[in-house]
């Protein structure tokens, strides 16, 4: 990760990692140090969460959601996790693995939810029976899920692991668009309203590669193979572009990200607010939406009435055709 001559900035000791965009090196504890200072700059500068809230934290298994629960927690919040089992093969079985492994080691409070076992689906049959890719029917299981679970347990805020890579493609990605409705709801906080819990994202100010660091200097054990309906995802193109910039200018995509919430968030702030005020009742399932069925429950629909489609025939369908 560094050179092994590097020195620590603060402490002169050897360093463990390099990172360019600060200009530094650091040993393991100012590491550690540098990662809690900035995810309280995040939480402080958004008025993200405060030690009286009850946090909800949606917890995938991998590096960035096990590492935000961890740092909250360090930093003396109350947080437990939330674990979807999404039914996409081995990769759900796994990463279910790590996840309740890092709650009962900890002695920390994890709920589950089984797609298949509590919705009557999973994430391949979704995706095959509306014919939208996987992520999409994902997401819009994800989120319903999330909010239902943080709204009836009674948590007053639900933390998600996005990191600084993640906000930058995702920004880079509307970005190229230009599309502002989209633009203008990329915050890292999102207030509750309109039947919404509050939702949060910690870790802005922190890389993928910083969450991985953190998790190797814990000791946390997370599932590193991506989803593997992730393939062919623009997400991760937008990100490589990103992160080819960033070898050639360090720091980039930080103020790519970090410069938009500064300068660009404040002035499409009132289209964001204009579109959230037209929200109806789901005939279903009493969920916030624009039409009368929510997304999840014409999701949930169409998938039930769909025979179980295994993951692998769902990606050798997307290899065939690319
Ligand atoms: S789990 Fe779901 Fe992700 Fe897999 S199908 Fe896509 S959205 S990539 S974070
Ligand atoms: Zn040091
Ligand atoms: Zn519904």
């Known amino acids: 990760m560094v050179a092994s001559a590097s020195k620590c900035r603060v402490c002169k000791e050897p360093a463990i990692i390099d990172l360019p965009r600060h200009n530094a090196n650091f040993c393991a504890e100012h590491f550690l140090e540098l990662c809690r200072r900035q995810v309280v700059k995040a939480i402080e500068k958004f008025d993200m969460l405060s030690k009286d809230d009850n946090i909800l934290v949606a917890v995938s298994g991998g590096k960035d959601s096990l590492a935000v629960w961890d740092i909250l927690v360090d930093l003396g919040y109350q947080a437990d996790g939330l674990y979807i089992g999404l039914g996409i093969g081995d990769y759900s079985d796994v990463s279910g693995e790590y996840a309740k492994s890092f709650a009962s080691e900890r002695g920390l409070n994890l709920i589950t939810i089984d797609l298949r076992a509590e919705y009557g689906y999973d994430i391949p049959t979704a995706a095959k029976a509306t014919r939208r890719v996987p992520c999409s029917a994902c997401g819009t299981s994800k989120r319903h899920l999330f909010d239902k679970a943080a709204l009836d347990g009674g948590y007053t805020v639900l933390v998600t ?25 990329q915050l890292p906080v999102l207030p509750a309203r309109n039947g919404f819990p509050k939702k949060v994202k910690p870790l802005i100010r922190l890389t993928e590669r910083e969450m991985a660091a953190w998790c190797i200097v814990r000791g946390i054990d997370y599932l590193v193979d991506e989803c593997p309906m992730a393939v062919g995802n623009k997400h991760l193109a937008y990100k490589a572009a990103l992160n080819a910039i960033e070898q050639q200018s360090s720091g980039a995509k930080a103020s790519f990200y970090l410069n938009f919430l500064d ?41 039930r009435a769909h025979e179980p489609v295994p993951v692998e025939l769902v990606l050798s369908r997307g290899r065939r055709r690319r």
């Not at 993640?166 to 709801?185: I, K, M, P, Q």
């Open 161 to 185: 692991g996005h990191n600084l890579d993640d906000e930058a493609a995702v920004l880079f990605g509307n970005t190229l668009r230009w599309d502002v409705e989209y633009l203008s709801r």
């Open 263 to 303: 300068n660009m968030a404040p002035l499409l702030a009132g289209r964001s607010a204009a579109a959230t005020d037209e929200l109806g009742t789901c005939t279903s399932c009493g969920a916030p939406t624009t039409s009368d069925l929510c997304a999840f429950c014409r999701t949930a629909e169409k998938a």
